[in-house]
């Protein structure tokens, strides 16, 4: 089956410990994308990547890294959570940015 | 950073009307435009995408482009309550048309 999985789905954590969201897809795309989704401030993409380490900047790119060390992979890391980084995080993926992003579920995280 | 507007809402419409949801965008050189429905607590997926100027008509589902007018519509013809879920437009922007960037979404409510 066609997917995108994230982990973990929920994550509840403390302020400045660092940790790693993993994104993975199957389908064998070049593209793939972060976004972060809050209330009132709609979906938001943090960093994208065109290819194997090729990543670029979104639109709120402050407080995260990535990596893109193979196709399928594409883990967003927090260095140093802090409260503001509480939100709904998507993984998605797609041919081109031209072309249908898949979405993967979500991951709810929780900076305390 | 480029924008993407859409009307909050909530829109609300009785079963089997029109609904009529509209997306302006700031970047004049965006390529390719989006249509996403989201339900509540779910992951985007995607319902249209529109390249060119004009209609594109996809069962019940219509979406609209002026690019002129830096305008994206989609119209839900035979609404139904199923339809009811928040609808996101995306608009690929930068330079190279890689960044993706979602408006706020705009909640649709269809009323048996």
């Known amino acids: 089956e066609a997917q995108v999985t994230q982990n973990p789905r929920y994550l509840i954590t403390v302020t400045g410990k660092k940790l790693t969201v993993t994104c993975s897809q199957n389908?064998?795309?070049?593209?793939m994308s972060w976004y972060r989704q809050d209330p009132g401030l709609g979906l938001r993409q943090i960093y994208y990547s065109m290819n194997v380490e090729v990543t670029d900047k979104g639109d709120v790119p402050e407080g995260y890294k990535v990596s893109r060390k193979e196709k399928r992979n594409f883990p967003l890391i927090l260095e140093s959570p802090s409260p503001n980084q509480t939100s709904l995080y998507f993984c998605?993926?797609?041919?081109?940015?031209?072309?249908?992003?898949?979405f993967g579920p979500g991951t709810r995280l929780t900076v305390t | 950073q480029k924008e993407v507007e859409q009307n909050s809402g909530p829109l609300s419409v009785p079963e089997g009307a029109i609904a009529s949801l509209n997306c302006t965008y700031s970047?004049?050189?965006?390529?390719?435009f989006f249509w996403y429905r989201q339900y509540s607590g779910k992951s985007p997926e995607l319902i249209m995408f529109?390249?060119?100027?004009g209609d594109k008509e996809d069962g019940r589902f219509t979406a609209q482009l002026n690019k002129a007018s830096q305008y994206v519509s989609l119209l839900i013809r035979d609404s139904q309550p199923s339809d009811s879920a928040t609808y996101l437009c995306a608009v690929t922007s930068g330079g190279s048309n890689y960044k993706l960037t979602f408006g706020k979404g705009t909640l649709l409510t269809v009323n048996p």
């Open positions: 998605a993926s797609s041919v081109t940015p031209r072309a249908k992003q898949y």
């Open positions: 970047d004049r050189g965006s390529q390719s």
């Open positions: 529109i390249y060119s100027n």
């Open positions: 389908m064998n795309h070049e593209y």
